[in-house]
Every structure is written in C-alpha cells, then in structure tokens.
C-alpha cells in the first residue's frame, strides 16, 4: 500500500514523500486518513472491554465474568492468560491497560471506585502519585465511599493511617488534599466510567484508534480545513497537504536525500538566484511574491507573508467579506497558486520550455481557481469565465 501511493503501478522506485504513520492518522492529525489495520483491530476489541461493565445481564458478559471473575471494583473481568492462545477473550484483555488510561471515573456515590487503585482523578492513580501514603493506608481496595461520610461536605477524608505521620508524609496528605478539594460524592447518583479521548465521555473506535496510531500524543493538523475542505481537485489538495507538511521534492529536499548526486544548478528555476527550498519556491522567491501581489489586488487586501507554508495555509486573511462563497473561491485561488507556481517550476526544469511571466501565470491561477470553484453549488448561478472575469462581484 505504502509503495502503491508513492511508486504508482510500474513506475519503478521513487522517494517516499511522507512517513506511513503520518499518512495513517486521520486528516485532522496531518494523515491521508489511510488508518492501520493492526490499530483499528486494537481499537474494535477494546470496545468488549467498554461493552463489558455495560452490558452486565448479557449472556456474553455473565459467561465471561463466570469464567474468569471479576476485579474488586466489579466493573471489569480478570484478565484471560493462563489460557490457550485461541480464546478471544485473551485477545481482548491483553490491552486492558492501554484502555484503563483512556478511562476515568465520574463520581457519584463512589461506591464502585476503588479510592487508591482507580483512575478518577486528573493526576492519574493515587497509589502512583503518593506510594509512601498507599503502603501507610490500611484502607487497599476499598471504595471511596469507605473514606469519607457522604453526607457531610466539605469531607472529612479518613485514609485509615496505620501510624502516625511523620513531617514529610504530612506534608505528602497536604498535596493529596488539595487534589481531593472540589471532589463532592452523590449519595443519590451511580458512579459512571468516562472515555477521556472523547468530549462525549463516551468510548468509539475512531478515537482509540488515532491514541493508538500516536502513542498517546496529541497530533494535530492546523491547516487542515484550508487544506481538505478548499473545493480544488483531489490531486490538487492532496499537493498542498504536502506542501503544509513541507515534504515536496524541491531541490534541497532532493540533495539531502542524495548527497553523491551532484545537482546542478541547484538553485531555484524561478529567480535563478537563491537555493530552492518549499518555503522559497512559493512564498519567498521573488517570482511567487510578485504572483502573490497579484492575489492580493485582486482580492482587495495587503498582507505580509509568513515565514513558513504551514503558517501561511494556517492564516486568516481579510478578503472581499466572509460569506460561503468568499471563502470557497479564496481556497481555490490560495490552492490555484501552489499548485500552478509547481507546475511552471517542473516545466522549466524538465521540458524544453522559457516559462511565462507573472502576469500570464495569473491569468492562469484565475483560471484555474474560477473553474473549481464554477462547478460548486456555491457557485451555480455562474460559469467560469464570469467569475473569472470579475471575481468581486461573484462573490458578492
Ligand atoms: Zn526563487
């Protein structure tokens, strides 16, 4: 799959543009939204283990629970491993603990949640966070609701000390009580398991998948509604994904990939001046600045441009006014600009052939830009050639 979407079908080999855990993650992190299939398995066996404490009168659940019993909390079956590598339920269980750290618990009358050993508060487990107070307490195992009268608030927490404290263990209860402030028990409400990957508190696979593709980090993409819901073809958006990933194959790229190749001239085709890098080639080299300046008279604004792609396609600019199809057009006037600066750059390099100036490529991004955006429903009322001809009173 990896080589089908680099090397095509026959083309022999070529450079892989991005890492194939960015091209899995989904749009939103940066991805092609590929996904990977060891993870999306992960993810959809895990949902037995959010289904189990569900699902308590299900005949799965109760054969499950019968079988292997259950943790002192009552809301999860003992893990299956001292058995045969066929039984799913071991399949299932192994990634217990990845799950538990997606989970916490919601309080209410904290007679389901184990006080030292449960995850319910932000720090993580309090048998982590405080050992020392753990091996002093004699209250293991326990609900919360055996630590304090629910009915008197503020709690009085009770954390059954076999001893006396000494200073810094004192000191330790401190920090552990102001964690503990704020948190409140309901006599009259059941104490509920929340999945924290969602805003929901509710467990889906998509969500578990992309923890699992990140190993916990959160991964985002900044530009990516500039990028996936700009209205320019497929091969156009998926060019100016790479360029806001900064990963396309400019001169500098290529080098650096094969230092024993010499390259040259390796400066930029355009100006014939600097070396050619992603930020050069379509911001900074004074051919694209001269095409942007002509973007910007067009849609009546000046700005200055960033130092970078990414934070370019991440910028908010002030164009014409902020209805649907002002924004739809701008999209495919920011994309008809990348993508036609690239196209002149590879015919200067590979074909026989002078180039254009400034004002003829313009001619050809309005082009471009006013034929997308003419086959949206943004735009039906108009054909290409008017938007293409007075691009202010089309969006108006
Ligand atoms: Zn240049």
């Known amino acids: 799959m990896r080589s089908f979407l680099w090397e095509g079908v026959e083309e022999g080999k070529r450079d892989h543009l991005v890492k194939w855990e960015r091209v899995a993650n989904s749009k939103e992190e940066g991805g092609l939204g590929v996904g990977s299939l060891k993870e999306k398995n992960e993810a959809l066996r895990a949902k037995w283990l959010w289904r189990f404490p569900m699902e308590p009168n299900s005949l799965w659940a109760m054969v499950v629970k019968s ?9 999860d079956a003992n893990p299956a491993s001292m058995v045969t590598s066929l039984n799913p339920w071991k399949d299932i269980s192994a990634g217990y603990q990845t799950f538990l750290q997606c989970c916490r618990f919601e309080l209410g009358n904290g007679n389901r949640v184990r006080f030292w050993e449960d995850s319910w508060v932000r720090e993580g487990l309090l048998k982590d966070s405080f050992p020392r107070l753990f091996a002093l307490s004699s209250k293991h195992s326990l609900s919360i609701d055996c630590f304090v009268d629910s009915q008197v608030f503020p709690h009085n927490w009770d954390f059954g000390f076999r001893r006396n404290l000494n200073e810094r263990e004192t000191a330790e209860v401190i920090k552990l ?11 009259s409400k059941r104490d509920r398991r929340r999945w924290d990957l969602e ?24 530009p990516f509604s500039r990028v996936w819901k700009a209205k320019s073809p497929p091969k156009v958006k998926v060019f100016v994904w790479l360029v806001g990933l900064g990963k396309v194959n400019t001169l500098d790229l290529v080098q650096r990939k094969r230092p024993f190749m010499y390259l040259s001239p390796h400066w930029c085709v355009l100006c ?3 070396e050619e890098s992603v930020d050069h080639l379509f911001l900074h080299c004074p051919f694209s600045l001269s095409l942007w300046g002509l973007l910007w008279r067009e849609v009546g604004t000046v700005c200055v441009i ?21 924004s739809t057009l701008w999209r495919c006037l920011v994309h008809s600009v990348f993508w036609n600066i690239w196209m002149e750059r590879n015919r200067r390099i590979f074909e026989d052939y002078k180039g254009v ?8 991004v309005k082009y471009w830009a006013a034929l997308w955006a003419s086959v949206t429903k943004d735009f039906k009322d108009y054909s ?13």
């Open 67 to 75: 079988k292997y019993g259950s943790a002192t909390n009552g809301w």
């Open 177 to 187: 009580l102001e964690i503990l402030e704020g948190f409140r028990l309901w006599a």
């Open 199 to 222: 805003v929901s508190g509710y467990f889906t696979c998509k969500s578990f998948q992309s923890f699992l593709c990140n190993k916990g980090r959160v991964v985002t993409f900044p």
């Open 272 to 274: 014939k001046y600097c």
């Open 306 to 326: 960033p130092k970078g792609c990414s934070d370019f396609l991440c910028s908010d600019f002030v164009v014409w006014g902020s209805g649907k199809c002002t």
């Open 357 to 364: 100036g400034v004002r003829d490529l313009w001619d050809r």
């Open 384 to 396: 290409y050639s008017t938007i293409m001809r007075d691009m202010a009173a089309a969006v108006i």
